[in-house]
């Protein structure tokens, strides 16, 4: 099995492909800026979709923080080939 | 449409239109407290019951945690969202008169009998013609009311012999036995409010509310077929005579045994008078 090598650039790249998470709360909010409304946000809005969207968004809010905890206590990786010259100054 | 509003409508377009902002603005509309329960661990340790109450419905409740923020969007004051979460949480059968009580843990009623208790015969003076079937008398002892040893002994084999007897009356009769003598292994049912104080009460998570849900739900079902169970007795005297003949039987079997053995099941055969089934003997502990 060859090495896989991740640079930064190849992260960078990785991460611009993910497409942009689509949740309920934002297509009701793309399809309520089509028509003039009052307010900022959407209205007459059925009650069951109301909960299915705030059900979601909460989960992905949940999801999201979990996500960045575990990254926060990712260990740090030791770049031994890498050297950097400015460090001595 | 006035430059304001033309402004505004171009200000959603735009943030519709870039996935960050669209994101943020559904936050702001469907999640306006995400933040306040960004630690797991904080569940309304600071007294502040209104937080703790907004962070179970939106764990648990999405249903109520919409309605509530649409309150809110509608100008509804803090004091009417509480009293809408009050009664949101009571209509899923958990007890809640008022929010200050949420930081406890999810309160349980106790319908539970303290048949030494004269209070208790005052709140239900329709038991005491089922409790003087097994020689307690309220009316005697107006402030301690004396229970003879076997008195639980004798209710229990009753409830048990009645449990999966085929009339529909005699069950409720057995519901009555087990609510009176403390042994339908439902806790709210079983036990008083002093007793039920002693334990640890369930935190606000969603099994433990569909737990408490569950319990509170068979306890009003077990209630009601008790109350069925005394309006059993106080309809069919017969029912009622074959009670004392039978307890009586039971205390005077209890009687012969030695004292370490009163504990044990009486094993008494009791005969019940016919009511709508025709079947007329049930045996007490054939084993």
């Known amino acids: 099995m060859g090495q896989v090598t991740l640079t930064l650039t190849s992260l960078r790249d990785c991460l611009a492909q993910v497409e942009p998470v689509t949740l309920l709360g934002m297509e009701l909010l793309k399809q309520g800026s089509l028509h003039p409304q009052v307010g900022w946000f959407p209205t007459g809005i059925a009650r ?32 031994t080939s890498l050297q950097l010259m400015e460090y001595g100054l | ?95 809640l008169e008022n929010l200050e009580f949420m930081p406890y843990g999810i309160p349980m009623p106790a319908y539970g009998v303290a048949l030494e208790d004269p209070e208790f015969y005052q709140s239900h003076p329709d038991v005491i013609p089922v409790v003087q079937a097994f020689g307690i008398d309220p009316a005697a002892h107006p402030y301690q009311v004396e229970v003879p040893e076997c008195a639980h002994i004798a209710g229990q084999s009753i409830a048990a012999s009645l449990e999966d007897h085929p009339d529909e009356g ?7 036995m087990q609510w009176l003598f403390s042994c339908s292994g439902n806790s709210t049912i ?39 169970g005394l309006k059993f007795l106080q309809t069919h005297s017969s029912v009622l005579t074959a ?45």
């Not at chain 2, 505004?8 to 943020?24: E, H, N, R």
Request: charged share 25%; net charge negative.
């Open chain 1, 48 to 79: 069951s979709q109301m909960i299915e969207a705030v059900t979601e968004l909460v989960g992905y809010t949940r999801r999201s923080a979990y996500a960045a905890t575990q990254i926060s206590h990712l260990a740090a990786v030791p770049l």
């Open chain 2, 1 to 95: 449409m006035s430059y304001l509003l033309e402004a505004q409508q171009l200000l959603i377009v735009g943030m519709s239109a870039d996935p960050v902002l669209c994101l943020t603005n559904a936050v702001a509309w469907l999640d306006p407290f995400w933040d306040e329960f960004a630690d797991e661990d904080d569940y309304g340790e600071d007294g502040d019951t209104l937080s703790l109450a907004l962070r179970v419905v939106r764990d648990s409740f999405p249903d109520i945690y919409v309605q509530v923020i649409e309150r809110l969007r509608n100008g509804s004051s803090w004091e009417e969202v509480e009293r809408l979460l009050c009664s949101e949480i009571e209509k899923l059968g958990i007890p």
């Open chain 2, 170 to 176: 005699y069950r409720n009769l057995s519901w009555l």
């Open chain 2, 190 to 228: 079983d036990f008083d409010y002093e007793t039920m104080c002693e334990f640890q009460p369930l935190s606000w998570e969603q099994e433990n509310i569909d737990f408490a849900a569950a319990i509170i739900h068979e306890a009003d079902e077990i209630i009601s077929y008790a109350l069925n």
């Open chain 2, 243 to 287: 009670l004392h003949t039978n307890v009586r039987r039971i205390y005077k079997a209890i009687s012969k045994r030695p004292k370490e053995k009163r504990n044990d099941n009486p094993r008494v055969r009791c005969v019940w008078p016919s009511v709508a089934s025709g079947i007329d003997r049930t045996t007490l502990a054939c084993a």
